[in-house]
């Protein structure tokens, strides 16, 4: 039974498309977040999300735009697909949003833009 | 601001032999850390973290971390390394104090260890 789910694993896309990955978790948790890992295997949080509120929104382009319908989903829409956007995308969770308790991550949609 | 390095790109060790992959900080004041370990083409699972208390911490599949604050260090390390162990180890920080952005943790940029036969 998956913890922290995304979907889809693999995105081919054109530039200039808008596409979707969608993020659930069934552990019960009140913060989920997205990560953005680069070819060099950097990871950055990019959003946070606790009990549906935005907490955390980093520098990221106005392109990108986060939204959770529940605690137990979160989903990324991005805008007009751009060749740097191509990396590892991940989903995760925790219990609380005060950084005591670990993340789980989802295994990761790995986004290509041609 | 946090921050947080971890100086080793690759660490190789044989099989048998302890291992450690270094990891400092800095924060503002006490720190969450964490260890969290990713295989090829999987996502990120956590292995131990300190937030309080004794020192050294105990995780899963044999590791341990020892908090050094005087260092500002949080080492990861094994008694007896397995070919298994073989993936990307990220060490990461969250600074209690930082309360404008709820959990956000800074990741260093992870250290590859091969452990060979």
């Known amino acids: 039974d998956t913890a922290v789910s995304q979907t889809p694993k693999y995105l081919v896309t054109q530039m200039g498309n808008d596409k979707s990955i969608k993020c659930e978790q069934n552990?019960?948790?009140?913060?989920m977040y997205w990560y953005k890992q680069d070819s060099k295997k950097f990871l950055k949080i990019m959003f946070s999300?606790?009990?549906?509120?935005?907490?955390i929104n980093e520098t990221v382009p106005n392109r990108f735009s986060p939204k959770s319908p529940d605690k137990a989903h979160l989903n990324l829409h991005i805008n007009s697909l751009e060749l740097g956007d191509s990396a590892v995308y991940f989903c995760?969770?925790?219990?609380?949003?005060?950084?005591?308790?670990?993340?789980?991550f989802g295994q990761g949609t790995r986004l290509t833009v041609v | 601001a946090q921050s947080v390095a971890q100086p080793e790109d690759q660490v190789n060790v044989a099989e048998g032999n302890p291992l450690t992959v270094k990891c400092t900080y800095s924060?503002?004041?006490?720190?969450?850390l964490f260890w969290y370990v990713q295989y090829p083409n999987r996502g990120l699972q956590f292995l131990l973290k300190?937030?309080?208390?004794?020192?050294l911490v105990k995780g899963s599949y044999g590791f341990e971390a020892e908090f050094n604050k005087s260092q500002t260090s949080f080492h990861l390390k094994k008694p007896s390394a397995l070919v298994s162990d073989s993936a990307l180890y990220f060490c990461?920080?969250?600074?209690?104090?930082?309360?404008?952005?709820?959990?956000?943790?800074?990741f260093g940029t992870g250290t590859q260890l091969k452990v060979e036969l």
């Open positions: 995760a969770s925790s219990q609380d949003g005060l950084g005591r308790t670990e993340a789980f």
């Open positions: 552990l019960g948790h009140d913060t």
């Open positions: 999300y606790n009990n549906k509120e935005l907490i």
């Open positions: 924060v503002s004041g006490n720190p969450y």
């Open positions: 300190y937030i309080t208390g004794d020192n």
């Open positions: 990461a920080v969250r600074d209690p104090q930082f309360t404008g952005g709820g959990n956000k943790l800074t």
